[in-house]
């Protein structure tokens, strides 16, 4: 999971690693681009405290191919030792200086919710798709969360199509107003979300234009820290019809094999379909 905040092409090597620290607590694997971090506590005996930061994607690789079972990782020198197999296997990767790792953001939250896992990974799964990849208009690159005392709403708009769910509940601690947390961020928490054993608790640092993401999955810690985007987000309620007469109800089954059929003749530059309504 926390390979997910590493960036693929950075021009500073360390940006390219995972950064592991043992403590009392256990192992944290943590990864970043400096906008995205992902934090994971992992179970671990810990018999010496310490720092490394190794290449994430060479780590990936080695650890998901071993076998199941208990790992014995050491650092000595410019070297980290990954054991397995009760020690009869083991695998080197050569280390980067952890004080140059980028500081992990402390978030001092000023609001804190909490959302159901599944329900979170559905708020997003259906309005995430909406946010535009432009640059020229960077706050349509995320999703607008508000809240309220009836409900939580996620609003993406690209400024052709928009996306709007809600989820009834006790929200206050959102503001109306809202903040625009990146889509590339919910990618991540939507991951997490889906596999979370526990409530997904929700925290926002205002002040700083932060917010962080924290959940149990299984044995593991997940945490998910972003900043979040700026600028005014469009008035959505405008563009929504009001007081509309019409309404269509469709089996989802219906209207998505209908639409995948005649999509193989839309266009490859808009992919628009027409739909004609009748009584």
């Known amino acids: 999971k926390a390979l997910g905040s590493v960036s693929a092409k950075s021009p500073l090597p360390l940006l390219s690693c995972v950064l592991l620290e043992a403590d009392k607590n256990g192992l944290r694997v943590t ?15 810990v018999n010496t405290v310490g720092r490394a930061a190794v290449s994430a994607r060479h780590f990936n690789d080695v650890i998901r191919k071993l076998p199941r079972g208990p790992l014995a990782i050491t650092i000595a020198g410019n070297q980290c030792e990954v054991r397995y197999g009760g020690g009869k296997g083991w695998s ?4 980067q200086d952890a004080a ?25 799964q ?4 909406a946010a535009s990849t432009e640059e020229t208009r960077p706050q349509l690159g995320g999703v607008l969360v508000q ?13 052709h199509r928009l996306a709007k769910a809600t989820r009834k509940g006790a929200f206050t601690g959102l503001s109306k107003d809202g903040v625009i947390v990146p889509s590339r961020a919910l990618q991540a928490v939507f991951r997490t979300a889906e596999e979370a054993t526990s409530a997904v608790d929700i925290e926002i640092a205002g002040g700083k234009n932060q917010a962080g993401f924290s959940a149990q ?19 959505y309620e405008q563009v929504i019809p009001r007081n509309n007469p019409h309404k269509l109800v469709v089996r989802r089954s219906d209207l998505s094999e209908a639409v995948d059929i005649v999509a193989s003749h839309a266009d490859n530059l808009t992919r628009q379909v027409r739909f004609s309504l009748r009584p």
């Open 126 to 129: 259906r309005t995430a798709y």
């Open 31 to 45: 990864g970043t681009d400096l906008d995205v971090t992902t934090s994971v506590l992992v179970p671990a005996t």
């Open 147 to 159: 809240g309220g005392d009836k409900q939580v709403v996620f609003v993406a708009t690209d400024g």
């Open 217 to 235: 999955v299984g044995e593991y810690r997940v945490q998910i820290l972003t900043r979040l985007l700026e600028g005014p987000y469009p008035n």
């Open 92 to 95: 080197r990767f050569p280390v």
């Open 100 to 124: 140059e790792f980028p500081r992990i953001p402390e978030l001092k939250a000023d609001t804190r919710v909490s959302l159901p896992g599944d329900a979170l990974s559905r708020l997003i």
